[in-house]
């Protein structure tokens, strides 16, 4: 059985962390995507990358389904990696779990191609385009210790990240 776990705040250390390759697919990278998936939906959200809660492997789950009554499509990536991405591209106004209620624009290609290990085991290779791609991106960004607000000027970003302590002290989680 799956459960949420603690989602954490910027500005936290872990979250600029470079995460380490996953050597191969475990138990217990199968419980972290299991939970990860129950985080995410709990919260809700339409992605979450393993360093959110705490867990420094390259590890991301996403699901960029809007529409309430359509089936989910939960997705496990493993050691994602951009194969190809388009010239065109498409602005949206990203989010994140670990900052919470704050957003801004931020362009990123429109399309992109990934390949990463399933929790089969086997290399899968898929194109993404429009929210599926900037979630993708937003959660590979993750893996590499950056942040949405990274892609902000530094005014905004400065902005948010104080925002975020002051939401921090107010909940004791500092």
């Not at 991405?85 to 989010?95: K, P, V």
Request: glycine share 4%; proline share 7%; hydrophobic share 40%.
């Amino acid at each position: 059985m799956s459960s949420p776990r603690p989602i954490l705040i910027h500005p936290d250390p872990r979250l600029k962390k470079v995460c380490d390759p996953v050597a191969r697919i475990t138990p217990e990278v199968e419980t972290l995507a299991a939970d990860m998936l129950a985080t995410m939906y709990d919260a809700p959200g339409v992605g979450l990358a393993a360093p959110q809660v705490g867990v420094l492997s390259r590890v991301f789950v996403m699901d960029a389904t809007r529409d309430p009554e359509a089936e989910r499509r939960p997705m496990v990536l493993v050691n994602p990696e951009v194969t190809w991405t388009s010239e065109e591209l498409n602005t949206y106004e990203e989010g994140c779990l670990s900052i919470p209620d704050q957003y801004a624009d931020v362009t990123r290609p429109k399309q992109v191609r990934l390949r990463w290990l399933g929790l089969d085991g086997k290399t899968h290779e898929q194109d993404f385009d429009e929210l599926w791609a900037t979630c993708a991106q937003h959660e590979l960004d993750h893996l590499n210790g950056v942040l949405f607000i990274d892609h902000l000027s530094a005014i905004k970003r400065q902005m948010i990240t104080r925002r975020m302590v002051k939401l921090k002290r107010e909940k004791g989680r500092a």
